[in-house]
């Protein structure tokens, strides 16, 4: 059952179309398709692991131009952060935790556009369908928020494959996150009015209090919420900011007093605080507003399905209703990763392969019905005619996490990880703008998936720094195109710098490199970085093993982690031109190099790096939303009220 639901009119940048002898109409800029997999690693396709029957990903790829040194981040998050911004994953605020918990106030830096925003400029129609996991805190953080016409898929970063309830459930109800929203006529993300109180009574704290019950105390971990309010009236504009917020306190009187002008906001969920009857108060009530749509016809089918029919729904429509605008669609897929669930038409095949192993018989059917859904787009490209117009990218967002299941193999390492098998992943290039000189090729040349942003940019005529003036930090992603398309022999990338330091703006202040800094601390840096085929490693790795083509399995079924010696407190050097496998560090034959390449990780710890403290947990607002939502994960706040990474500059 299709969801039916009201799109509401957005104006778009002209765009000229052509015509087809067929009377087709083209647009003059290329439809643009973002196929990410997640956490489905080197041998996680056919072309590479001769277990797997992958034959739609195995033939387009080799229709195609296949790519073998594409570079992500070691986990989720970052790597879809790094494609949005055109930014270094370690610039951005999900190399923290990964936004987890989900229950942070926290979310991409709202100074970065993301690609929706810019091309917008050049008159694309966006469509973000799957996972998010780029913060969701407020509907600024959302995908329709951050540019995207519409969005169907789930805001945090990983559900239940069949039931789309969260994993963490933090509210115990059973939370289900999967929304549909779309812009609104005025250019803001649903919903584009967020309720406000409606009515409100000064009285005494007491008064506040009672009116709901005894255990309906200040927000726990906010009192007082915000240091310092000059006015009352900034006192209720921090309460009607939370869907949690039922009332506030605010002491107008006594400037001796110590709490004098300190607002607390008091929750409808009850936590630990002191009344005060010094205090004047205010009652807020408010309608009861959904703060997303939810999409409740759609859980209880399994989300693969769910997403694939709307990303083939997305391309139908477009070639009936839209053919003169160029299409963007960010197809985010939840398979591979964990829980591993899949249809048993899938699976079957593999059971029947692997009878004493159903966990890599169900993780390979997951690897089979992406390769389905494939199918379909592609299949749907070309039924349509929108193929002939279109650059399709496939590739995924980190390596396997061996750990719970998946294959790098050969590579070292996994997710988590910045070895070779956490961060280099599959790729390809297929479409009708592909030139047929580059079909059927295979390219070593460097990408890195912030490239992708400015490739997409350069393709539809828009400059990177569009709709950012007042960005946080510098762009990264360089333009493929002109190698990608056969106008030049190499990639003009000669550096990956897979991460840097965790949010610490250090040098390379490990035990044998003390750094002090004028905090008075000395930190050690954690760092990976590439240049021409030499990486360097600061820090200690996890799955610093190898681990074939699954695991864990039967033999293995808890996986070496930390046995061979790490990065740490020396470096490690690898020379990736000779071997893609780490296995002989070379740093101690090269101290000439290990030198350039410390020098060079000294240098970017003066770049922008996001703060070190994490953002506050805020699991009442959070509760708050999925009660109003009945259920449905969905944003607590309507805009940040602090410069902690989402300031809108």
Known sequence: MKTNLLFLSLVLVTVSPSQGQDGTVTPTKPHLIFMLVDDNGWAGVGYNNPYLNTPTIDNLAKAGLTLTSQYVYKYCSPSRGSFLTGRYPYKLAGTRTNFIPFTLQDGIHLSYAMLPKKLKTAGYYSVHVGKWHQGHYTPLHTPVGRGFDESLGFLEGGEDHNTSQTIENYCNQQDVDLTYNQMSGTGKSYPYTWSKCTWRELAPDMVLH????????????????????????????????????????????????????????????????????????????????????????????????????????????????????????????????????????????????????????????????????????????????????????????????????????????????????????????????????????????????????????????????????????????????????????????????????????????????????????????????????????????GSNDWFGWFSPNTSVPYPKRDTLPNCSPNPCLYNLNDSITEHINLASDNPQIVEMLLKRVDELSYTYHPPIPQAPDDLPGYCAAVTMNKGFVGPWMAKPESDFNNTIL
């Not at 750990?403 to 297929?430: I, W, Y």
């Not at 930190?523 to 021409?532: E, H, K, P, T, Y």
Request: aromatic fraction near 12%; proline fraction near 6%; hydrophobic fraction near 35%.
């Open 210 to 541: 009672s009116k709901f019950d005894v255990n309906s105390t200040d927000i726990p971990g906010y009192n007082p919420y915000v240091p310092l309010q000059s006015t009352e009236e900034g006192c209720k504009q921090v309460c009607e900011n939370r869907v949690d917020c039922v009332g506030y306190s605010y002491r107008v009187g006594y400037p001796n007093d110590p709490h004098y002008q300190q607002c607390f906001l008091v929750s409808s969920i009850g936590g630990q605080g002191v009344q005060h009857t010094g205090f004047q108060s205010a009652v807020c009530e408010r309608p009861q507003l959904n703060t997303t749509m939810a999409a409740s016809d759609k859980n209880g089918t399994y989300t693969g399905i769910v997403f694939n029919e709307k990303a083939v729904e997305v391309l139908e429509n477009h070639a009936a209703n839209k053919a003169s605008v160029p299409l963007f669609m960010y197809y985010a897929l939840h398979n591979t990763h964990w829980p591993f669930e899949a249809p048993w038409r899938y699976i079957a095949p593999y059971a029947a392969q692997f009878p004493k192993d159903p966990l890599r018989a169900t993780w390979s059917g997951m690897v089979s019905f992406v390769d389905e859904a494939l199918l379909n787009i592609s299949n749907t490209l070309h039924s349509t005619g929108l193929w002939n117009n279109t650059l399709l990218v496939f590739t995924m967002d980190n390596g396997s996490p061996v750990n719970k299941g998946g294959s790098n193999n050969p590579l070292k390492g996994g997710k988590g990880s910045n070895f070779e098998g956490g961060t280099r992943v599959p790729a390809f290039v297929t479409g009708g703008i592909l030139p047929s000189t580059q079909a059927g090729k295979t390219h070593n040349g460097l990408i890195h998936i912030s490239d992708w942003h400015a490739t997409f940019c350069a393709l539809a005529g828009v400059n990177t720094s569009t709709g950012e003036p007042n960005a946080v930090s510098s762009f990264d992603g360089i333009d493929a195109w002109p190698w990608i398309s056969g106008e030049q022999e190499n990639s003009n990338r000669y550096e990956i710098v897979y991460d840097h330091n965790m949010f610490r703006n250090s040098s390379r202040g490990c035990a044998n490199y003390p750094v002090n800094h004028s905090d008075g601390r000395s930190w050690c840096v954690s760092a990976a970085i590439q240049q021409s085929g030499w990486k360097l490693i600061i820090g200690k790795e």
